[in-house]
């Protein structure tokens, strides 16, 4: 029994150790690259530590490109893609979990079709309804004329305002909190609202973190959708930003290396303060 417990252990530390190489040396490879010289990168050189450290990678970073915009447009694009989806998920998940309505299941299992449909197909007819928004970027009344929600914000914001994900993440929590809080607000005179915000939103700050933290992590990482919808340039996000470093026939890898390193930063830093209420959070929601 000792022996087959021992060997259960050093299987666990085993697989652990391959999975955290997978996973880890990746990124140390990327930072490692980044103060690499170019000579040494095109080398082929897989050393994890550069024989001569270089900060041209990320000085050139900044001169290419208008670095600091990208990063004030993904910021601000994810700030608000998190703020939206914890109003709008966590009242929606409170209708679900805590309200009784008609017609309650079948919404729920369409929000939840919702989730089983790529993105890439409700690409294009989002595209249009954004460039034919009414009375916006030009357009006329019946959306004709102009560019429509194209090339701001709100072609991001909108389309992700409500997401299904935050709304099945916040109904799992907010259905195993007792309904005798609310009840007893009722009958103290207190308007739904008011129950959802004074009662119910206080105590979701586990789940309302761990949902922070992915909805700030997939609007920092967007590509495909910003790409489409924010061509100018100083609408352009961190991740479309970096793309200019890789042409047609070859890759900048250094410079590449340099802004995949600073985009990282804002997530990693934000999960290394946020992993407690997030792994918290995740256990409080039942998901596995």
Not at 32 to 59: A, C, V, W
Not at 79 to 108: D, H
Not at 123 to 148: E, H
Request: avoid cysteine.
């Amino acid at each position: 029994m000792t022996k087959i417990k021992s060997f259960r252990t050093v299987s666990w530390y085993f697989m652990v150790i391959i999975v955290s190489l997978t996973t880890v040396l990746p990124f140390v490879w990327t930072i490692s690259t980044s103060f690499k010289s170019d000579s040494e990168i095109l080398s082929g050189s897989m050393n994890i530590i550069p024989s001569q450290f270089t900060f041209d990678h990320y000085r050139e970073v900044f001169k290419t490109m208008p670095f600091l915009t990208y990063l004030k447009n993904s910021l601000i694009l994810a700030l608000g893609g998190v703020a939206t989806n914890l109003f709008f998920g966590s009242l929606a998940g409170y209708s679900f979990g805590q309200l009784r309505f008609k017609g309650k299941k079948p919404i729920f299992l369409v929000f939840l079709a919702s989730m089983m449909v790529p993105g890439i197909v409700t690409m294009i007819p989002t595209f249009i309804v954004l460039r034919g928004f009414p009375l916006a970027g030009g357009n006329n009344l019946v959306g004709s004329g102009g560019l429509g929600l194209i090339n701001s914000y709100w072609a991001i914001l909108l389309p992700g305002a409500a997401g299904a994900f935050s709304i099945f993440f916040m109904k799992q929590f907010f259905e195993q909190l007792p309904r005798e809080l609310g009840e007893s607000a009722r009958m103290d005179g207190a308007t739904e609202f008011k129950i959802f915000w004074d009662v119910y939103f206080p105590l979701a700050k586990p789940a309302l973190t761990t949902l922070g933290i992915m909805t700030f992590q997939a609007g920092w990482n967007a590509f495909m959708w910003p790409m489409i919808v924010l061509n100018a340039e100083e609408m352009k996000t961190v991740q479309v930003g970096l793309a200019a470093f890789q042409y047609n026939y070859n890759t900048n890898y250094g410079p590449l290396m340099a802004g995949t390193i600073l985009a990282t930063l804002p997530v990693l830093i934000l999960f290394i303060f946020a992993q407690r209420n997030y792994v918290q959070g995740m256990a409080d929601a039942g998901i596995k």
